[in-house]
């Protein structure tokens, strides 16, 4: 079989994630417990084949800016938060340009500045650090060529808050450099208690990204959104002229319709999240072996394995020996973690945790 950590793997952690043998219980993804067709009926009546989608589904694209409080020029639609973080790399970078991105990071952004011929260089966003957001650690890496810098807020793995001072921050050292910062937003809606408006509606430097998954539960229906100025915008618009075309008119009327009932479907992932991070929480507390930061909110958790430099050994094992997955640390630049997945099925979740910490005794 094809070795799938071939370094020059665009996003190592996708390439893994579509082909590796999933464990009999698996908690390795990051999704929401999908939404059914019988919670969101709506979605049956919305569907259209066919209409005018130039530039994104017209009643998708003015409900987005209705919901954020902008003007529709400053929204373009992609498929999903990675389509639309596509179009926002492509509409800032050139080839020969350097992507300043967060590490531990998800990769896939990296691999799509990569993939466009941009150079990639890394902050520190590490244990050390309590994975927080420090404008110092950007500072120390920024230089001239960056002509974007990309986040993630919750943060992907960890699921640290980034605060708006932080923000702020980083959004005037770009600024310092004539660069932009991209915000992969997709799973603070559904956090509750702190400041969840999209980044990009406080300043112009930022480009928010978000879609319909991780806090709406709709990841099939593959809907997201960048939300930028209004030239920004123009040029990721023009970027989806050779992307796609046009969206999916079945997705973006469908997308169009969960913006009218988006309350109700928050509630419901609410329901899902807090209780699948209040049994992560309670194992954690039960297991020495494990230390983590724990996080606000958000539907995964990001523990490190005491004692090694890395974990995916026993990642291995627990998969082989007791058939629960979870995904390794290395994909996301801190090797010594692995994520879990809390924002499943509640049974699925309460076997696996059955089943690592069996492994975990098991390899101690």
Known sequence: MTDLRWPDTWAPYMTWSKHHDKAGCDLSGSNLLPCTLDEFPEAREAMELYGRNDDGWPPLVEAIAARYGVEAQQIAT???????NFLALAALLRPGDTLLAEWPGYDPHMGTARFLGADVVTFDRSWERG??????????????EVSAIMLTNLHN???VYATPEALAAVGDLARGVGAKVIVDEVYLDALEGVDRSP???????????NSLTKSYGLAGVRVGW?????????????VRDVFDGVGSIPSETIGAVAFQHLDRLLERARGVLGPGAARFKAFMETRDELEW????????GFPRL???EDAEPFVDFAAER???GVTPGRFFGAPAHFRVSVAGRADVLEEGLTRLGAALDAWV
Do not use: C, H, K, W
């Open 78 to 84: 992609g498929p999903g938060a990675s389509g639309a």
């Open 131 to 144: 994975f927080a957001l420090d404008p110092d650690a950007v500072e120390t890496a920024l230089t001239p």
């Open 157 to 159: 793995p960890s699921g």
């Open 199 to 209: 980044v990009a509606t406080r300043d112009p430097v930022f480009v928010s990204t």
């Open 226 to 238: 960048m939300i930028a100025d209004p030239e920004t915008t123009e040029r990721a618009l023009r």
């Open 293 to 300: 930061i724990e996080p606000l909110g958000g539907s995964v």
């Open 306 to 308: 005491r004692g090694v």
């Open 322 to 324: 007791f058939e629960v």
